[in-house]
Nanobody, 122 residues
Framework: QVQLVESGGGLVQAGGSLRLSCVIS????????VGWFRQPPGKDREFVAG????????RYGDSVKGRFTTSRDNAKNTVFLQMNTLSPDDTAVYFC???????????????WGQGTQVNVSS
């Protein structure tokens, strides 16, 4: 069974940065594409970023392009989401998810972490 655990969330002022980590266990992370999603209070889950198994393909949601970067270290079974120039609109619970592809559709992912809260103050 594949398990994912996110960390790195917290409170940051607008304009600041955070780096989220997603540690994958149970199977080698190199076998899975990983997507990042977020869910603001009272809203639907939104695609943020995705990275393929070998890092050759990355995808980003329109609202984070140019500000967020995803990367991975398969030797450490960890995927990262570097978030820069944060704004209050980025406040949400952030989730990582894994499956074979890199889809923007959350229904395409079988494995999910519990999420980490990111709060951006104005």
């Amino acid at each position: 069974q594949v398990q994912l655990v996110e960390s790195g969330g917290g409170l940051v002022q607008a304009g600041g940065s955070l780096r989220l980590s997603c540690v994958i266990s149970g199977r080698p992370s190199s076998g899975y594409g990983v997507g990042w999603f977020r869910q603001p209070p009272g809203k639907d889950r939104e695609f943020v970023a995705g990275i393929s198994r070998n890092s050759l393909v990355t995808r980003y949601g329109d609202s984070v392009k140019g500000r967020f970067t995803t990367s991975r270290d398969n030797a450490k079974n960890t995927v990262f989401l570097q978030m820069n120039t944060l704004s209050p609109d980025d406040t949400a619970v952030y989730f990582c998810a894994a499956d074979y592809g890199v889809s923007i559709d959350p229904r395409e992912y079988r494995y999910w972490g519990q999420g980490t809260q990111v709060n951006v103050s104005s």
